[in-house]
């Protein structure tokens, strides 16, 4: 079956500046790649995904890349805000009877 | 429009007592998921639905069972509960497939003492 890994655990950043977290997945047919974002003591949201018919999707500060042949995918926050500390989940799917598998997490802060 | 609602948001239980926990979307979606959140082993799937009447296994599927009887709501029932089944409870749910986007509850915060 699918394995997510996700990398780092912890990132902490200085607000203004980037923040990148990277996920590795061990099938080659999986095809949707969501990323959510968890605040603390809240419910996991879907902030962007992206399929495997394209390798980068953009969304105002948030953008997902995905490397097919490597395996891996990306998440990129660019000029990073107070409001973007949150732990963010990576997940893969090739879909079917295949079920989301997700990244173990990484919590992000960002130091003002 | 709630989206989903899960039902209650903190419980406290005694190890062997047994109870239910209840989701519900409004969402007309087919799939609905169950989720267990543990610090640092992320979101498991305990067991989903791929439509009314229909169960199946996720990765961590002992100690709980679950009924879809209604399209709109999703049971997960501990029957006898264990303090290693301590967690956060997510239900979810989605349009279509595994391949769509996956709507969360606000989560149940679970002790077993």
């Known amino acids: 079956g699918e394995n997510v890994e996700q990398h780092p655990s912890t990132l902490s950043v200085q607000e203004g500046d980037s923040a990148v977290i990277k996920c590795t997945y061990s099938d080659s047919a999986s095809n949707y790649f969501p990323w959510y974002k968890q605040e603390l003591g809240k419910r996991p949201q879907l902030i962007i995904d992206i399929r495997s018919n394209v390798g980068e999707k953009k969304d105002q500060r948030i953008a997902v890349t995905l490397n097919k042949t490597a395996k891996h995918f990306s998440l990129h926050i660019t000029e990073t805000q107070p409001e973007d500390s949150a732990v963010y989940f990576c997940a893969a799917s090739r879909g079917g009877a295949q079920k989301l598998v997700f990244g173990q997490g990484t919590r992000l802060t960002i130091n003002p | 429009n709630a989206g989903v609602t899960q039902t209650p948001k903190f419980r406290v239980l005694k190890t062997g007592q047994s109870m239910t926990l209840l989701c519900a979307q409004d969402m007309n979606h087919e799939y609905m998921y169950w989720y267990r959140q543990d610090p640092g082993m992320g979101l498991r799937l305990i067991h989903y639905s791929v439509g009314e009447g229909t169960t199946a296994k996720g990765e961590v599927p002992d100690g709980y069972n679950v009924s879809r009887l209604k399209k709109q709501n999703f049971l997960l029932g501990l029957e006898s509960a264990a303090p290693s089944q301590t967690s956060v409870y997510f239900c979810?749910?989605?349009?279509?497939?595994?391949?769509?986007?996956?709507?969360f509850g606000d989560g149940t915060r679970l002790s077993i003492l």
């Open positions: 979810a749910s989605s349009y279509g497939d595994h391949n769509q986007p996956q709507h």
